[in-house]
């Protein structure tokens, strides 16, 4: 183990989103735009200071994307989107690069921070993911704090929930191609490099607006929303999930990097606007590289997103 003074003297990164879609200035007050960019500071920070203390790479990504779950702003946690029956159901993952170890919940409606669930999933069992009613039972067996599902209401994403049904009893159609609108985005994540040269990625997401039939998308994937190998990167991603674990979006990323020698940069962009954009998956991705080099390419018109690189810089972004 390092000792927190020879920790500092690595090299450590970060990266986290909030999500992908039809982001504009159009759409954002300057109020708005603002409170955007303090949570994304935030949380990012938090995670950054974790890691160049020597805090291992789990503990920053489940910091970072706990300050986003208990946001109203993103789709994940407090401020998860409504299912069509009007309550809110929860997916999470996270995978060390080092250990090549995954864990993953889905379909939950109770846990707190369901990001905390796929840690625990990780590191106290045998399995990878845990499904509703089970993981939560797992969850409360080691304590990890619960809630009503009401807990996790807002008005913006209820008044989002009727429009969809409005939208789908016009079409019955509609509930199936979401293409159009931007139900499917909001999903939240990190990447980080920590101090001992572990590679991390953690995604979690309250999942699709008026989603029906128990849906899970990509973010409690491994291989499609969430990845990391040491020898490789790291990735979390956001948009429509069908489409990302269709074509195993971030074990693609990280396979190209690893067997191609492409930049991380080139890896991610090409998945991103070369795979994905042509056949109508939008969305983007987060990625980080054993330098700590990082990439956020999205094909929407914009991803909340922020990161510190290896020099310390602070990015914080929304547009393109």
């Not at 927190?4 to 735009?33: C, D």
Request: hydrophobic letters at 40%; one cysteine or more.
């Amino acid at each position: 183990m390092l000792s927190a003074t020879s920790a500092m003297a690595q090299q450590v990164a970060i990266a986290i989103h909030g999500g992908a879609g039809t982001i504009t200035r159009a759409k954002l007050t300057e109020a708005q735009e603002q409170q955007y960019r303090s949570t994304l500071t935030k949380a990012v920070q938090a995670g950054y200071t974790l890691l160049k203390e020597g805090k291992p790479g789990l503990d920053a990504v489940t910091e970072s994307i706990r300050i986003l779950e208990n946001s109203p702003l993103f789709n994940a946690g407090y401020g998860a989107v409504y299912t069509y029956d009007g309550r809110h159901e929860l997916d999470a993952s996270i995978m060390h690069g080092g250990k090549m170890n995954a864990g993953a919940v889905s379909g939950v409606t109770t846990i707190k921070n369901p990001i905390d669930a796929a840690r625990l999933v990780m590191e106290k069992s045998v399995h990878v993911m845990l499904s509703g009613e089970g993981a939560e039972s797992f969850a409360r067996l080691h304590s990890i704090p619960v809630v009503e599902n009401s807990s996790f209401d807002t008005p913006f994403r209820y008044e989002a929930l009727q429009q969809a049904k409005q939208r789908i009893e016009r079409d019955r159609n509609a509930s199936i191609d979401l293409r159009a609108v931007d139900e499917k985005f909001g999903t939240v994540g990190a990447v980080v490099l920590d101090a001992e040269g572990n590679l991390v990625a953690g995604t979690s997401t309250g999942g699709m607006t008026a989603k029906r039939y128990g849906r899970i998308g990509d973010s409690p994937i491994i291989g499609a929303g969430t990845y990391a190998a040491n020898d490789a990167c790291a990735v979390s991603a956001t948009g429509h999930g069908e489409f990302f674990i269709r074509y195993h979006v971030a074990a693609d990323i990280c396979a190209r990097v690893k067997y191609s020698n492409m930049t991380i940069n080139d890896a991610a962009g090409s998945v991103i606007h070369e795979v994905l954009k042509p056949i109508g998956g939008d969305g983007g991705v987060i990625a980080i590289d054993s330098k700590g080099n990082i990439a956020m390419p999205f094909n929407t018109e914009g991803m909340y997103r922020a990161s510190v690189d290896s020099n310390g810089k602070l990015t914080v972004a929304i547009y393109k």
